[in-house]
Every structure is written in C-alpha cells, then in structure tokens.
C-alpha cells in the first residue's frame, strides 16, 4: 500500500501542476491548484482544487475576466482521483467544471460533471445549463414532474472515455467571446487536449485488448507498409 500510495501522490502532484499551468496559461491568473490526500476504504483518493484545504475539502472558485464591462464571472474547477484497477495508472474518479456569477452563488452559467459509475441511473458524464424553456416545462410529466427546470435536466456528453475536457471548456469559454485570454493560449489548450485524449484512448485499448488485436491484424506494420 505504501507504494501505492507513493506512486499515486506523484502523479497527482504532476496533474495538479499541468491543470494549474493549463488554467493560468489561457483564461486564469494566480490559481493555486491544491491535492488533498483522502482515506476510502483500502483505497486512497486524493481531491484537487484551487485553494483547496485538509480543512474544508472544497476547491475555492476563482475569478476569471469577462468581456462584458461590469461583468463578473467566477469558475469552479475540481477533480477526484485514484489509481486504475490495475494500481498503474491515474484515473479521474470526479471531475466539476462550473461556471457562476459569484464567489458563493448556488446558480450559475452551467457546470459540467463527471461521476464514474454514478449510481443514480444519470450518464456519468453530463452538462447541465441554467436556462429555462417553454418546450422543455409542456415535456414534463405531470405526475412526477412538476415544478421540474432545464437546470436539472443531465445532458450525456460522450461518456467516461469520450467526455470533454477542461480545455474544451476553457476553449469554448474563448471562441464565444464570454472572457479574454492571453497569448498563445491555441498552443496551451491543443497540447493538453491532445495529451487527455491519448490517455483516454490508451484507456480504451487496455480495457479492450480484443479490439486492438483486431486493428493489429488489419492495420499491422507489414499491411501500412505496403499501402
């Protein structure tokens, strides 16, 4: 377990320095991207956030800037992780990406949230916006529904394997002109996307060996070099 341990705090010591550098690098300033060790069972767990305290357990949302004049805008960014299964590999367990208007307000933009194997029957991955809609209140069953908003509706998005990442949002928070970012930040967001995306992909392979043989026998070294 020691080892175990040791191996799991490295790598959780070099995500929380890639998401801080990640954050400050593109929409953020100053953020202080805390791990936090838990106990769970045989297992260990850590938590990781902005500020984040053995006290509390709770990431602290910081400001970002909004093109809008006037404006104020907060982001809450927090993460969960283990080792895998196989005690090898870091994992994201939970994961909160949020948007809000204010330091402690409960509504906000939108939030988007990770749970793997969340046992509520919701998708592990989801979205959920603070919006209403006409449609959405007449879709709503009468019976059990009422009073039900579009806040609470959980949109799947992609799954365990294929859910966006925290620079699709930051990136998405960019193109729509809702904060400023700083230079260069194309080169920021492309180089963690495509680092999260190749580990997710590597997931996918070593939980599906089967599939993988199957692209070998099909796409093998000797069948590309003769295409």
């Known amino acids: 377990m020691h080892l175990i341990s040791d191996r799991l705090r490295d790598q959780t010591t070099r995500f929380a320095k890639e998401i801080q550098a990640l954050l400050n690098c593109t929409i953020a300033h100053h953020v202080q991207v805390k791990a936090v ?5 045989d297992d260990r767990l850590f938590m990781l956030g902005h ?3 053995k006290n509390t357990l709770t990431a602290q949302r910081f400001k970002l800037k909004p093109r809008a004049p006037k404006a104020e805008l907060w982001m809450d960014v927090s993460f969960q992780l283990r080792l895998d299964a196989e005690r090898e590999h870091l994992m994201v367990h939970k994961s909160f990406f949020g948007l809000f208007g204010a330091q402690d307000a409960k509504h906000g933009l939108f939030h988007y949230d990770y749970e793997r194997d969340k046992a509520d029957g919701y998708p592990d991955a989801h979205l959920q916006v603070d919006a209403s809609s006409e449609l959405f209140t007449t879709l709503n069953d009468p019976r059990r529904d009422v009073g039900r908003s579009l806040a609470q509706v959980h949109f799947p998005v992609g ?10 949002v930051i990136e998405f928070l960019i193109v729509e002109r809702l904060v400023d970012a700083k230079d260069g930040y194309e080169k920021v967001i492309e180089a963690g996307r495509e680092g999260f995306r190749k580990n997710q992909l590597m997931a996918a392979m ?9 692209f070998v026998e099909r796409y093998g070294p000797k069948r590309l070099r003769r295409e």
């Open 37 to 41: 060790a838990l106990s769970k069972g």
């Open 51 to 53: 500020l984040l305290t």
């Open 206 to 214: 070593r939980r599906d060996p089967a599939t993988v043989e199957a």
């Open 159 to 168: 799954g365990k394997r294929f859910r966006p990442c925290l620079e699709d």
